[in-house]
């Protein structure tokens, strides 16, 4: 940015919100003490209402909200969101060699074309035209010498996902898959990436690693950058040994979440768990341009006279819902139903994990009671997913299983929302799509799942003496 632009940038916002210092003193720095003053203001809502039509466009990087302010006073009542029963349905399996449900190639032969065969997750996001996605623990063929269990990241310009999606892989000098890696960062069994987001031009990933240490399933969190657009990346530090180990981030425009000081470039929301399989979620915001900086993230640490309140310190976050069984995790902004959704992966009957599914009016909530999105023994046993023990009497169930893994249990989990590709339906409803895991076989998969809307959101005043 010119300095001429940079002046009338600080102009502007010292006029519309932050009130800080004179402009062209210190920059940087003034935009660390006005996030952290707005951070803590009581009155920040009402100045949200004032601002909304005069905030400056967002980075051109980030997905924007619709303005959504509510004035004190008002209360948004949320329409109820409810999942089309038997509705969800796989698209096509993303990764692998042959579709183990059709028995026909994959669209991406990976194994053939990569020197891959197997691979999980597929957490995805959006960076300068292309949707990226960030693949765990990765098995290659006979015959490829890579690291056992090393991640990699591949990326997509297709927009149909009923057409399935065309993946393109980096390659090594040997022509196989070239493995995510990032200096100074271990990426064995369990040590995975789980989001990633484009800001301030640049790509970040969040991974796991630290696997074991103190007896903890991926002990720590990581933040890497790219300015290569994936080709190489280097680390940030560390995010969290504590509450935002698995991590869901969120890009977000310039004043568009009632109650969250928004400041010019947008902010990073990340969602978070902790203990693994074992953690209610929490949430955290950063400024976009200052994401790189741990002093600037801010932890949802509870409601205090009906407005979000923020905390320096990690320890202070509380949960958004009480389910400590969470791990995988995904959430994101859905523009054809106006709410927050958030997938996640929690264990149901008989040990089998379920993909669960709660819908929010705002980031921190509340949040909806679960819905179950995915169900196992239901939706994919003996179709894509290997079972558990045999098949009920009179069910036919075909051999699904990978042949680099006999005989294991298949189950779901990393259930990860790809935004862009959401559809409405025609009926006020919508066709989300996000990615699963199945473990057996040890593939990723693309899915459909059709939410429904009851009604329409509208705003009620709070009665009087409401509190």
Known sequence: MTGAAQSAECRSLRAVAFRGPPCGINQSVSLRARWSRAMNARDYLKMLAGVAVLALPAAAALSTLPPAVTLPGQERTAAPIRVQPLA???????????????????????????????????????????????????????????????????????????????????????????????????????????????????????VTTDHGLHHRVMGRSVMAVSEDDGATFRQVGTLSTDRFINVAAATIGEVEVPGLPTPPGGAVLFFGTGHYRASPPFLAVTPAGLVEDPTARRYFAGMVDGLPRWSTAEHEAVPLFDQPCMGEVSAAWDRQLGKWIMLYNCLGPMHRSQILMRTADLPWGPWSEPLIVFDPPVDGDCRFIHPWGPPAPGRPCAAVTDPFRPHIAGDAYGPYLIPSFTRPTGDGGADIYFTLSTWNPYTVVLMRATLLRDEGPEVRPVSAGAS
Request: proline share 8%.
């Open 88 to 206: 969800t349905r796989k698209v096509c399996q993303l990764v692998g060699e042959t579709d183990r449900e059709t028995g026909l190639h994959t669209v991406n032969m990976t194994e053939s074309r990569y020197g891959f065969w197997g691979t999980d997750l597929g957490a995805s996001f959006e960076h300068d035209g292309r949707l990226y996605f960030l693949f765990g623990d990765t098995h290659p063929r006979p015959g490829v010498w890579r690291p056992r269990d090393a991640d990699l990241i591949a990326h997509t310009t297709d927009r149909d996902p009923e057409g399935c999606l065309r993946l393109t892989v980096p390659r090594a000098e040997d022509g196989a898959y070239a493995p995510l890696s990032i200096p100074g960062v271990a990426s064995g069994p369990f040590e995975v990436p789980t989001t990633g987001f484009s800001a301030n031009g640049r790509m970040y990933v969040v």
